[in-house]
């Protein structure tokens, strides 16, 4: 059950946009639309932020946006705010089970 | 509001046995796949098992497949996770989460430590 690869950290001024990658197999993120993203504080609970690849629970910012193209998912922000910055993990369903992205850290410059 | 709370983290020896609970309100329990999510000191986040509506179906982490048991009580909303033979690489923050693949929501974790 190997994790989904993403970057270990990406940066961006306010105002600018990032994406963060998440690299899996045809057997997670390929094999289905079911990619969920989360975002998580130091000693807080992960959020979910997009579900399904591209959807927004209510609540959450429309800066935040999801896609997938093959076994690749990613999340942009776009707008980049100082409360953006944060962990960011990715997940995919798996054969019945989960997995979960290494994680990458977000620095707002 | 949607709540879970989860308890029973402790510090525990090697090869020591945990029950972990999470006491779910705000929603129909039984509507719903539960999955627990662990966290290691300053690692990311790792998917532990689930388990399905009535508890017929669950799922392990091959590296806690015979070791840990997730099961389920509807009548009481709860969730529970039975670690046995515990190592020191099983430490961290164990999240319960409602669902299979969405986690929309999370209970605050309970931290598990395992160490002589």
């Known amino acids: 059950q190997s994790a989904l690869t993403q970057p270990a950290s990406v940066s961006g001024s306010p105002g600018q946009s990032i994406t963060i990658s998440c690299t899996g197999t045809?057997?997670?993120?390929?094999?289905?639309?079911?990619v969920s993203w989360f975002q998580q504080y130091p000693g807080k609970a992960p959020k979910l932020m997009i579900y399904e690849v591209s959807n927004r629970p209510s609540g959450v910012s429309n800066r935040f946006s999801g896609s997938k193209s093959g076994n690749t998912a990613s999340l942009t922000i776009s707008g980049l705010q100082a409360e953006d910055e944060a962990d960011y993990y990715c997940?995919?369903?798996?054969?019945?089970?989960?997995?979960f992205g290494t994680g990458t850290k977000v620095t707002v410059l | 509001d949607v709540q879970l709370v989860e308890s029973g983290g402790a510090l525990v020896q090697p090869g020591g046995s945990l029950r972990l609970s999470c006491a779910a309100s705000g929603f129909t329990f039984s509507d719903y796949w539960m999955t627990w999510v662990r966290q290691a000191p300053a690692k990311g986040l790792e998917w532990v098992a689930n388990i399905n509506y009535d508890g017929t179906e669950r799922h392990y982490l091959d590296s806690v497949k015979g070791r840990f048991t997730i099961s389920r009580d509807n009548a009481q909303k709860s969730l529970y996770l039975q670690m046995n033979t515990l190592r020191a690489e099983d430490t961290g923050v164990y999240y319960c989460?409602?669902?299979?693949?969405?986690?929309?929501?999370w209970g605050q974790g309970t931290l598990v430590t395992v160490s002589s």
């Open positions: 989460a409602r669902g299979q693949h969405k986690f929309a929501y």
């Open positions: 997940s995919s369903y798996k054969d019945s089970r989960g997995v």
């Open positions: 045809s057997s997670d993120v390929g094999g289905y639309n079911l």
